[in-house]
């Protein structure tokens, strides 16, 4: 099993930034990839970046040269930092995890609200 937590969402103007963190506990050594997910008002959740234990990154059009996905192992922490936000990146974020056995975990998400 492994739990996700979420945090550092908020509310921002256009233009500004954000970083959101999403820290893993329990069975932290079977997860090969980490990924963050938005479902904004009336969307369906779609995938923003993930990261691989080996640092490889992949981003979604929308979100790419803004978006930056990172993660440091020691601390079992993945960040999103999130530049030159949009009204259009407003959404909950989610946090997810996929395990070595091909199980995926769920964090409980954190609500980015960007303002015009």
């Known amino acids: 099993q492994v739990q996700l937590v979420e945090s550092g969402g908020g509310l921002v103007q256009a233009g500004g930034s954000l970083r959101l963190s999403c820290a893993a506990s329990?069975?932290?050594?079977?997860?090969?990839?980490m990924g963050w997910y938005r479902q904004g008002p009336g969307k369906p959740r779609e995938l923003v970046a993930t990261?691989?234990?080996?640092?490889?990154?992949n981003y979604v059009d929308s979100v790419k040269g803004r978006f930056t996905i990172s993660s440091d192992n020691a601390k079992n922490t993945v960040y999103l930092q999130m530049s030159t936000l949009k009204p259009e990146d407003t959404a909950v974020y989610y946090c997810?995890?996929?395990?070595?056995?091909?199980?995926?975990?769920w964090g409980q998400g954190t609500q980015v609200t960007v303002s015009s």
């Open positions: 997810r995890a996929f395990t070595t056995s091909g199980s995926g975990y």
């Open positions: 990261i691989t234990r080996g640092s490889s990154t």
């Open positions: 329990g069975s932290v050594l079977s997860i090969n990839v």
